[in-house]
């Protein structure tokens, strides 16, 4: 065997570092930017995979980028930016929920240049994607869609009870309720700690009535007879029309509920049609037919004070963190450019609406009827924090579920007085008085 000493051994394999250097290396070695975004994992499965296997592949061609897909529970999405900005470094690309972005605009890159192209080429920005995640005509994030709360409800369970068509009014609804709980089949709603449903429905509810968290000039306003009354009108309703359990449900719970068969109606994304339509064999009518055939959307019920809608805003944020705030914002160029953006959106079939105008007559709206009402939910929705301004501050009433908790005590036995009063305080630690 031949003896190699120290020397021989150094000589031996500095040479062969040198031809390794010589050698062209692959791409990401070479100071290709490496983008990584971070998303939900999406209620619709397969707009996660388009993603995937096909626009963030042709992205990387098209840019000269390498990008990381990440996908997180949603609820997780906050934690993240947050420890991301404390610590100086985290994803490149992250999506928040409804106003979330006013909460680190400080930490965020200015995408109004992006928003202005988007906004040339497909229609004007909605009311409520510019109250979320705009201010002063500055953008520091890109809204990516709305996903539209509306009651998917059970055809045929309410013609059992005598109604062909949803009810228009909350008392409507709530007598419906009540003849639906009767028969095992009660309206199924969530007012748990979750991003989506719990809040598309304590804020439009509480609008209903006429009760605001502050005023128009941001003047905290809880404490009225209007919150009051319609504190006193949900723990009723709950008690006659409601699914009691529904205070600890998320997101997905009332999903599960609703493809079970277990409950009539709720207010919800369109997550439940589409996945009843992708299994029409395994989700079927208690007369064997498929469930998709027997679902409908409508908007939530008026109140006293008229019909609201908050339909979930998702926007595309970047931290000034990033160290690849160039090639981020090409990745969310490239994800809106119109070509790209349809496919991603046509992979939805409805369950996102665009956050622009441009796409209210598109095919996905006009193909299927069940899916027409969502195509111009943008048009009615209202932002957290109405009618002052979507601001940080209401955004962190909307994080801490303030709103709905202030429900959802009252439903578990508070006076309508108390919960009010002590949402009050807390509104006011917020806000100020």
């Known amino acids: 065997m031949t003896k190699i000493n120290r020397r021989k051994f150094l000589k031996t394999t500095g040479g062969a570092a ?3 250097a010589s050698m062209k290396m692959p791409a990401i070695a070479q100071g290709t930017p490496e983008v990584h975004i971070l998303r939900w994992n999406d209620f619709v499965p397969a707009c996660d995979a388009i993603l995937k296997t096909k626009l963030f592949p042709e992205a990387e061609k098209a840019l000269g980028i390498k990008v990381k897909f990440e996908t997180v529970n949603a609820n997780d999405l906050q934690a993240r930016i947050t420890s991301g900005i404390q610590a100086g470094a985290g994803p ?4 928040l929920n409804n106003n979330h972005p006013q909460l680190y605009k400080a930490s965020l890159v200015d995408v109004s240049d992006v928003a202005a192209e988007v906004a040339k080429d497909q229609g004007s920005w ?13 953008f520091f994030g890109l809204p990516m869609d709305y996903v539209g709360g509306l009651n998917a409800w059970r055809v045929s369970m ?8 949803f009810p228009k009014t909350w008392d409507a609804y709530r007598d419906a309720g009540k003849k639906l709980k009767a028969k095992g089949f009660p309206i199924g709603q969530s007012l748990g700690q979750s991003f989506g449903d719990p809040v598309g429905f304590a804020y439009p509810f509480l609008w209903s009535f006429g009760g605001a968290e502050v005023d128009d000039k941001g003047k905290v306003a809880i404490n009225s007879k209007e919150t009051i009354e319609a504190v006193k009108y949900m723990t009723a309703f709950w008690k006659d029309s409601m699914d009691e359990g529904g205070l600890a449900w998320d997101d997905s719970s009332n999903n599960r509920a609703f493809l079970a068969s277990t409950i009539s109606s709720t207010l919800n994304g369109a997550s439940i049609y589409i996945e009843a339509s992708r299994k029409p064999d ?11 055939d027997d679902i409908l959307h409508a908007p939530l019920p008026a109140g006293p004070k008229g019909q609201f809608g908050l339909h979930l805003v998702q926007s595309h944020v970047i931290p000034t963190y990033s160290k690849n705030q160039k090639a981020a914002k090409d990745l969310l160029r490239f994800m809106h450019t119109k070509a790209n953006y349809e496919q991603w959106f046509e992979t939805g079939q409805g369950f996102y609406t665009p956050a622009t105008s441009g796409w209210e007559s598109h095919k996905v709206w006009t193909q299927n009827p069940v899916m027409a ?3 111009t939910i943008g048009k009615i929705g209202l932002a957290a924090g109405y009618p002052g301004e979507s601001n940080a501050k209401a955004a962190e009433v909307l994080s801490k579920y303030l709103i709905g908790n202030m429900f959802a005590s009252a439903v578990k036995g508070q006076s309508a007085e108390d919960a009010v009063k002590a949402c009050e305080a807390q509104l006011k630690s917020i806000h100020g008085a």
Request: aromatic fraction near 10%; hydrophobic fraction near 45%; avoid cysteine.
């Open 18 to 20: 040198a031809v390794l």
């Open 92 to 95: 490149d690309v992250i999506m």
């Open 126 to 138: 909605y009311k409520a994607a510019l109250a979320n995640a705009s201010s002063d005509g500055k």
């Open 158 to 165: 309410f013609k059992d009870v005598g109604l062909t068509e």
């Open 282 to 292: 395994q989700y079927k009518t208690a007369d064997g037919k498929p469930l998709k």
């Open 373 to 375: 009402p969502f195509a």
